[in-house]
């Protein structure tokens, strides 16, 4: 019997990382019925009980933000009697820009409570990022006995930092395909609380949390550059806002609730459950992801996998997020903050709609060898081959 803990934010926390864990998880328990998952997860809106979700035990065992102290998740480890594999999903918004998780886990090996200990890192730093604390850290990440990361971006980047290569393994973000697929425009909008009369006309949706760098400006602006076609389209903007004090960005939120006003926009501020952004992706004619990017950092959109298990058209910027856009479908992506170009793709993609579809195949070939079941496997195989080297 295989024993695996997952240190990582868990829901009801908000969080891309939290949704991902639990994607993993619902995929290796059919699997490996056998084995005993337990999730160490922040102490956030679940409060510091632990829990039964399903079956797989969440003990809330760190603070979210950075810990100056992790001897709680040493305790929640010795309080389940150790474990085989101790895995961290890694993102610096959690785990702060230290070392500090990583001497946790490796004084809970030293102290006989886990056998080997696995990093996913979920974003990669570059050396342009002029941010040392996140160099420093990813050098000592040579002492993980593996590191799992999305692309091929950053798999090479953290060889060209001095990571052992022996150690990096690449298992992409897992795609679900959408279940939503075969329900009426007429359902799916009832679902998410919207009439027929609100959304005529083709529907544009950008899903996912509403922040600066997802480039929100950019498609408004290309709204407004679409006359006379605007009148033809609907754009769904959908997501929590993640502004953080950030003045420019709250400008920019604002700017966006004015001009809906003007537009034909439907604007949900709201929280997403991963249900209702594969709904909106089912309603969609046409998703458009218009990030831009921070310099010096090496990420994957799990929206984007969200999006293309729909077999949608997707638009997007040729930013380090949205590689595997970039890959598979060059055609839809776009120069970042280019209102005039993003425009005359939409235009190009509404008048091609069959052709794009066509077009975008490689894409969708990809979304099927990238089921949440296929890189569960690809885990699986890691953690064996870990325990027994």
Not at 356 to 373: D, E, K
Request: proline share 5%.
């Amino acid at each position: 019997m295989l024993r695996l803990a997952y240190v990582s934010t868990y829901p009801p926390t908000h969080c891309g990382v939290a949704e991902y864990t639990r994607f993993l998880i619902r995929a290796l328990k059919p699997l490996y019925p056998e084995l005993e998952i337990y999730v160490l997860s922040d102490i956030g809106e679940g409060g510091s009980e632990v829990r039964l979700e399903g079956d797989v035990e969440v003990h809330p065992s760190f603070i979210q933000g950075g810990s100056d102290d992790y001897s709680r998740l040493l305790d929640s480890i010795s309080e389940i009697g150790g474990v085989d594999i101790l895995h961290v999903q890694h993102e610096y918004g959690i785990y702060g820009r230290d070392d500090r998780i990583l001497k946790a886990c490796l004084e809970a090996k030293r102290e006989n409570l886990v056998k080997k200990v696995v990093f996913t890192l979920h974003t990669v730093y570059h050396p342009s990022s002029r941010s040392p604390e996140t160099l420093a850290f990813q050098r000592e990440l040579n002492r993980a006995d593996a590191l799992i990361v999305h692309s091929y971006l950053m798999e090479f980047e953290l060889h060209n930092q001095g990571i052992d290569p022996t150690i990096v393994r690449r298992i992409p973000h897992g795609t679900l395909l959408n279940p939503h697929l075969d329900e009426t425009r007429k359902e799916l909008l009832l679902s998410l609380g919207l009439r027929e009369r609100e959304a005529p006309g083709i529907i544009l949706t950008t899903p996912g949390f509403l922040r600066r760098d997802k480039g929100l400006d950019l498609l408004v602006n290309a709204m407004n550059s679409l006359e006379p076609f605007r009148e033809n389209f609907t754009l769904l903007i959908a997501g929590e806002k993640r502004v953080g004090g950030d003045p420019e960005a709250e400008k920019m939120i604002e700017a966006i609730e004015e001009e809906s006003r003007k537009l034909n926009v439907i604007f949900l501020d709201r929280y997403l459950s991963d249900d209702e952004i594969l709904r909106i992706a089912a309603l969609s004619d046409i998703i458009i992801l218009p990030y831009r990017d921070v310099a010096g950092k090496y990420s994957v959109s799990g929206i984007l996998h969200l999006s293309m298990g729909s077999f949608k058209p997707i638009i997007g910027t040729r930013v380090p997020r949205l590689l595997e856009l970039y890959q598979f479908s060059p055609r839809t992506t776009v120069t970042p903050m280019n209102p005039t170009e993003l425009a005359k793709i939409i235009k190009w993609c509404v008048r091609n709609y069959d052709y794009v579809v066509a077009y975008m195949s490689s894409l969708y070939g990809y979304a099927i060898r990238t089921q949440w079941v296929r890189m569960a496997r690809r885990h699986l195989s890691l953690y064996r081959e870990l325990l027994t080297s």
